[in-house]
T-cell receptor, first 116, second 111 residues
Framework: DAGVIQSPRHEVTEMGQEVTLRCKPISGHDYLFWYRQTMMRGLELLIYFNNNVPIDDSGMPEDRFSAKMPNASFSTLKIQPSEPRDSAVYFC??????????????FGDGTRLSIL | TQLLEQSPQFLSIQEGENLTVYCNSSSVFSSLQWYRQEPGEGPVLLVTVVTGGEVKKLKRLTFQFGDARKDSSLHITAAQPGDTGLYLCAGAENYGQNFVFGPGTRLSVLP
């Protein structure tokens, strides 16, 4: 079984540029999560979707960040314009919840983003 | 808003030693999960606990959920270098799928 697939694995770009991170969740999973991890702030939830619909985007830092899930097998997280403080590892995770919580989240290997 | 604290923040021990790490909150959780994260990878689930006082064992790892479902501990017996990693606890309220993660305990087991 393929796990959660994220691309690219690494991204280095100059501030002001648009950055698009991509995620393919595990087939059949109905929840998708985007996280950001830094040494200072740990693992922070940015936004999550249920059945392709955004449920909670209160963790999105500001309007420069946007996320979409056009179908059950693909999601993007976009930063425009990017700033050096956006540098972090961004994780996508998916889970299957048959009516009740407590299900494991399966994480991708992350995208290491560096904004110069 | 949930806030999870983990202690210690860092722990470095010799192979063969025992250790306990803690996860605490003022919130009551419907379930709590422990994950381990290795460098360059995403977190991987170790266990989910849902009942106050529950104890689960996974080989040399013992997980306990507090009676009031506000805290949890992870005990490792005879630690091995392969146990090295970042241990994260995550709690959910109201049986939701939205888990809040603690800052983690970074464990280093030296051979």
């Amino acid at each position: 079984d393929a796990g959660v697939i994220q691309s690219p694995r690494h991204e280095v770009t100059e501030m002001g540029q648009e950055v698009t991170l991509r995620c393919k969740p595990i087939s059949g999973h109905d929840y998708l999560f985007w996280y950001r991890q830094t040494m200072m702030r740990g693992l922070e939830l940015l936004i999550y979707f249920n059945n392709n619909v955004p449920i909670d985007d209160s963790g999105m830092p500001e309007d420069r960040f946007s996320a979409k899930m056009p179908n059950a097998s693909f999601s993007t997280l976009k930063i425009q314009p990017s700033e050096p403080r956006d540098s972090a590892v961004y994780f996508c995770a998916s889970s299957f919840s048959p009516g009740q919580g407590n299900q494991p989240q399966h994480f991708g290997d992350g995208t290491r983003l560096s904004i110069l | 808003t949930q806030l999870l604290e983990q202690s210690p923040q860092f722990l470095s021990i010799q192979e063969g030693e025992n250790l306990t790490v803690y996860c605490n909150s003022s919130s009551v959780f419907s379930s709590l999960q422990w994950y381990r994260q290795e460098p360059g990878e995403g977190p991987v689930l170790l266990v989910t606990v849902v009942t106050g006082g529950e104890v689960k064992k996974l080989k040399r790892l013992t997980f306990q959920f507090g009676d009031a479902r506000k805290d949890s501990s992870l005990h490792i017996t005879a630690a091995q270098p392969g146990d090295t990693g970042l241990y994260l606890c995550a709690g959910a309220e109201n049986y939701g799928q939205n888990f809040v993660f603690g800052p983690g305990t970074r464990l280093s087991v030296l051979p």
